[in-house]
């Protein structure tokens, strides 16, 4: 069992930094592959980026590249989502997420979930 908190949404105006972070309580979080994603009223949850096992490998959806960065530290058992430039269409609940995988995009493919945190982007 994993269980995921997340912490560092707000609000903020438009071009402006947040940075998410997540605390795993897992002892071996170093076997998961860690992923962000977020989900607006209305809408599926849609994937955001996403780390490999041991950090070396990275994806994020094409409208968060250059703009969002994601790291892990397997020693705090801890994955952060960094987000600059950010738009008013970043605005969404995000959430932190855990596979059993060496990396993974697909909803489906994660097994345990955060309770997610709120992110508005003000124009």
């Known amino acids: 069992q994993v269980q995921l908190v997340e912490s560092g949404g707000g609000l903020v105006q438009a071009g402006g930094s947040l940075r998410l972070s997540c605390a795993a309580s897992s002892r071996i979080f170093g076997n998961y592959a860690m992923g962000w994603f977020r989900q607006t009223p209305g809408k599926e949850r849609e994937f955001v980026s996403a780390?490999?096992?041991?950090?070396?490998?990275?994806s994020y959806t094409d409208s968060v590249k250059g703009r969002f960065t994601i790291s892990r530290d397997n020693a705090k058992n801890t994955v952060s989502l960094q987000m600059n430039n950010l738009k008013p269409e970043d605005t969404a609940v995000y959430y932190c997420a855990a596979a059993m995988l060496q990396i993974a995009t697909r909803p489906r493919e994660y097994t345990y979930w955060g309770q997610g945190t709120q992110v508005t982007v003000s124009s």
């Open positions: 780390i490999s096992r041991n950090g070396g490998g990275t």
